[in-house]
């Protein structure tokens, strides 16, 4: 099974408008956390939000905010406001605690690419 | 300014040829991470260190080769044993810090096409 499943490979938004971008995870872990990054066109990621699964509010950072629904195992990542800079791919991360080298497994989706439209 | 340097942006070999791509860094995180990403792919984790002198395999280390002398870099061999290693190569560190958020830091990537 997928660790990391991000069903929509492209989205489009208006200016200004919010946009969700879907991100659901499957993991045994009880300790995980979920991260968004964000990729422009010149190809390095950006860190963007975390959320940890003991977290008890939804995670958020300026414009983003993670809808964290544990029992759905989902968290999907909301913009508002949407600018032209936020035309990017984006992508949805897992960790899953630490193995007995202090290693976090990190899983990435295969990302979402948004484009807002003037 | 801290952060992480890749160099060079692209990089260009014959099919056979060995290649070391470069990560820097100056953030003194003790973790660095070497992803491998493909079209329509996510991050594939190739190499991890925690450490200078000790490293991890990750999920597709095959045909691949790192170093870790210095805290501050984390140099990848793509070796001729490499099948199809054209590829977006991004380096990342992390804080080794105990809590917070684990977030890791990337680098701008290196573009390697082999013919």
């Known amino acids: 099974a997928q660790k990391i499943t991000q069903t929509q490979p492209g989205m489009f938004v208006q200016e200004k408008e919010a946009v969700t971008l879907d991100c659901t995870y499957d993991?045994?872990?009880?300790?995980?956390?979920l991260f968004w990054y964000k990729q422009p066109s010149s190809g390095e990621m950006i860190f963007l939000i975390y959320?940890?699964?003991?977290?008890?509010q939804n995670a958020t950072e300026g414009r983003y905010s993670l809808n964290f629904q544990k029992a759905r195992k989902s968290a999907n990542l909301v913009i508002s406001a949407s600018q032209l800079g936020d035309s990017a791919m984006y992508f949805c991360?897992?960790?899953?605690?630490?193995?007995?080298?202090?290693?976090?497994?990190?899983?990435f989706g295969t990302g979402t690419k948004l484009q807002v439209i003037p | 300014d801290g952060g992480i340097t890749q160099s060079p942006k692209y990089l260009f070999r014959k099919e056979g040829q060995n290649v070391t791509l470069s990560c820097e860094q100056n953030?003194?995180?003790?973790?660095m991470y070497w992803y491998r990403q493909d079209p329509g792919q996510g991050l594939r984790l190739i190499y991890y260190?925690?450490?200078?002198?000790?490293?991890q395999k990750g999920d597709i280390a095959e045909g691949y080769s790192v170093s870790r002398e210095k805290k501050e870099s984390f140099p990848l061999t793509v070796t001729s044993a490499q099948k199809n290693p054209t590829a977006f190569y991004l380096c990342?560190?992390?804080?080794?810090?105990?809590?917070?958020?684990?977030?890791?830091?990337f680098g701008p990537g290196t573009r390697l096409t082999v013919t």
């Open positions: 959320q940890g699964s003991y977290d008890q």
């Open positions: 993991t045994s872990d009880p300790s995980y956390g």
């Open positions: 260190s925690q450490i200078v002198n000790d490293f």
């Open positions: 991360a897992m960790r899953e605690g630490m193995d007995s080298g202090g290693y976090q497994k990190v899983t």
């Open positions: 953030l003194n995180h003790d973790a």
């Open positions: 990342a560190t992390r804080s080794g810090t105990s809590g917070g958020t684990y977030e890791q830091y």
